[in-house]
């Protein structure tokens, strides 16, 4: 009897620790947790492995996203520091747990760290516009918003131009700058921080360009030493020493456009051109214009080896040009009148009697004739003038009676030299019958 008691006494005692010990498959030993919780960017993130009723933990192991994170032989807690939105993951832990009279490794269920944005990044503002125009006003705003589970906190700003602190932290999300000029071009950004927190966060950069307006632009003409003939080549430079960029440059012959170029960073620009002939003489002139004003240059006059630019004829001197080819003409008129006269001269005899009167009233010249006159004026060479009325037409032919000239005027036109006729036979003579009717008047060939 007492043996049998004996052979069943250590069954029975393993048969009880078995009952005590648990199963490791299905009972949850471990677990994690992470505080505070909701958690915010600049929270003291902490992590605590943990097991069931408070068992002893020894070998912890942090990890998150799958990964291992860190390892303490008894600590099992860990600090994280300040959370930052790269914080956010899935964590989990394992141990070893004691449970007398063993232990064993086990892991908890994984934990999700939400950290929420305690305000977004900031932006900034150029108001009313980022490309001002010089002289304005110009306003920076740099804009974000607390979380309103935390809208308790005061938000500190600074503004920050091309490495330089404009302003530093204070409660003012804008800066003002009055009567901006080109200097104040540049990038601008701004910065954000809770008061007393370790968040700070930076806006993107911001251009600024303040539009300043072109100067008068000065032209300089390159063509050699000596002024240029066809086939020469000539350089325009144009440039306006102040003024927003881009500038267009724009070259003009009189007013006429013969190229343009445009200068993103501003500066000087040129125009190569050849010379192709005398119309590309002329006043030069370029223009430089950007997004505020336009400009243009001072004229320079571009003249050509062996040519002269005529300006266009104004009423002062328009007859300047043909008047030599008016007295041309004359001078040819003249002479053939000469070479006309002289050949008149000899067509016949002096008249012997008047020819008859137009018929009443006054009489004016109508014709005239050239006689040599032979006998004892042999040498003198006359002119007759016939007269008629001017009357004549509107009188009946009863009025006319049959009357007739009496006013013929005989004048001298040239003598003989004395080599050709004594001084004895040269007769001058002028003689006028005229008579009283009326006025007329007597025009001497």
Same mark, same amino acid.
């Given at each position: 009897?007492?043996?049998?008691?004996?052979?069943?006494?250590?069954?029975?005692?393993?048969?009880?620790?078995?009952?005590?010990?648990?199963?490791?498959?299905?009972?949850?030993?471990?677990?994690?947790?992470?505080?505070?919780?909701?958690?915010?960017?600049?929270?003291?993130?902490?992590?605590?492995?943990?097991?069931?009723?408070?068992?002893?933990?020894?070998?912890?192991?942090?990890?998150? @996203? #799958?990964?291992?994170?860190?390892?303490?032989?008894?600590?099992?807690?860990?600090?994280? #520091?300040?959370?930052?939105?790269?914080?956010? #993951?899935?964590?989990?832990?394992?141990?070893?747990?004691?449970?007398?009279?063993?232990?064993?490794?086990?892991? !908890?269920?994984?934990?999700?760290?939400?950290? +929420?944005?305690?305000?977004?990044?900031?932006?900034?503002?150029?108001?009313? !516009?980022?490309?001002?125009?010089?002289?304005?006003?110009?306003?920076?705003?740099?804009?974000?918003?607390?979380?309103?589970?935390?809208? =308790?906190?005061?938000?500190?700003?600074?503004?920050?131009?091309?490495?330089?602190?404009?302003?530093? &932290?204070?409660?003012?999300?804008?800066?003002?700058?009055?009567?901006?000029?080109? &200097?104040? !071009?540049?990038?601008?950004?701004?910065?954000?921080?809770?008061?007393?927190?370790?968040?700070?966060?930076?806006?993107?950069?911001?251009?600024? &360009?303040?539009?300043?307006?072109?100067?008068?632009?000065?032209?300089?003409?390159?063509?050699?030493?000596?002024?240029?003939?066809?086939? @020469?080549?000539?350089?325009?430079?144009?440039?306006?020493?102040?003024?927003?960029?881009?500038?267009?440059?724009?070259?003009?012959?009189?007013?006429?456009?013969?190229?343009?170029?445009?200068?993103?960073?501003?500066?000087?620009?040129? $125009?190569?051109?050849?010379?192709?002939?005398?119309?590309?003489?002329?006043?030069?002139?370029?223009?430089?214009?950007?997004?505020?004003?336009?400009?243009?240059?001072?004229?320079?006059?571009?003249? $050509?080896?062996?040519?002269?630019?005529?300006?266009?004829?104004?009423?002062?001197?328009?007859?300047?040009?043909?008047?030599?080819?008016?007295? $041309?003409?004359?001078?040819?008129?003249?002479?053939?009148?000469?070479?006309?006269?002289?050949?008149?001269?000899?067509?016949?005899?002096?008249?012997? +009697?008047?020819?008859?009167? =137009?018929?009443?009233?006054?009489?004016?010249?109508?014709?005239?004739?050239?006689?040599?006159?032979?006998?004892?004026?042999?040498?003198?060479?006359?002119?007759?003038?016939?007269?008629?009325?001017?009357?004549?037409?509107?009188?009946?032919?009863?009025?006319?009676? #049959?009357?007739? @000239?009496?006013?013929?005027?005989?004048?001298?036109? &040239?003598?003989?030299?004395?080599?050709?006729?004594?001084?004895?036979?040269?007769?001058?003579?002028?003689?006028?019958?005229?008579?009283?009717?009326?006025?007329?008047?007597?025009?001497?060939?």
């Amino acid at each position: 009897m007492n043996v049998a008691i004996f052979r069943t006494g250590p069954m029975l005692l393993w048969t009880a620790v078995l009952l005590f010990v648990p199963c490791v498959g299905k009972t949850v030993w471990l677990y994690l947790q992470a505080w505070p919780n909701p958690v915010f960017e600049g929270d003291a993130l902490t992590l605590r492995c943990q097991g069931l009723k408070n068992t002893p933990l020894s070998q912890v192991k942090f990890y998150r @996203d #799958g990964k291992f994170l860190h390892f303490s032989k008894e600590n099992q807690t860990l600090s994280m #520091g300040a959370a930052t939105v790269q914080s956010r #993951g899935q964590y989990s832990c394992s141990g070893q747990v004691m449970y007398i009279p063993q232990s064993f490794t086990q892991t !908890s269920e994984t934990a999700m760290v939400q950290v +929420q944005e305690l305000f977004p990044p900031p932006v900034l503002n150029a108001v009313p !516009s980022p490309e001002p125009r010089e002289g304005s006003l110009v306003t920076l705003r740099c804009q974000t918003k607390l979380n309103p589970l935390r809208s =308790a906190l005061r938000l500190l700003f600074s503004f920050h131009k091309d490495g330089h602190t404009l302003q530093d &932290r204070g409660p003012h999300p804008e800066l003002c700058i009055p009567g901006v000029n080109e &200097r104040d !071009s540049g990038l601008y950004w701004c910065e954000v921080a809770p008061e007393g927190g370790q968040v700070q966060k930076q806006s993107p950069q911001l251009e600024v &360009r303040v539009q300043a307006p072109v100067s008068r632009p000065v032209l300089t003409l390159h063509h050699g030493p000596a002024d240029p003939a066809v086939g @020469d080549m000539v350089q325009l430079l144009c440039e306006a020493q102040r003024g927003s960029p881009p500038i267009l440059y724009s070259f003009y012959l009189d007013e006429k456009i013969v190229g343009n170029h445009s200068a993103p960073s501003g500066g000087t620009t040129s $125009l190569l051109f050849p010379v192709k002939s005398e119309q590309d003489a002329g006043n030069y002139s370029c223009e430089a214009e950007n997004n505020v004003s336009r400009e243009r240059s001072e004229p320079k006059k571009l003249s $050509l080896k062996g040519s002269q630019v005529l300006s266009t004829p104004t009423s002062s001197n328009w007859l300047v040009p043909w008047l030599p080819v008016s007295l $041309l003409g004359l001078m040819v008129i003249a002479a053939t009148l000469l070479v006309y006269l002289r050949s008149w001269r000899k067509a016949g005899p002096l008249p012997s +009697q008047i020819p008859p009167t =137009a018929p009443g009233g006054e009489q004016c010249p109508l014709y005239a004739n050239v006689h040599h006159q032979k006998g004892k004026d042999e040498g003198v060479v006359y002119s007759v003038v016939h007269r008629t009325s001017k009357r004549s037409e509107a009188r009946p032919a009863e009025f006319t009676g #049959g009357r007739k @000239d009496s006013s013929i005027i005989y004048a001298e036109v &040239r003598c003989l030299q004395p080599s050709e006729v004594s001084s004895k036979e040269v007769n001058m003579r002028s003689r006028t019958l005229q008579e009283p009717l009326g006025d007329c008047e007597e025009v001497l060939c």
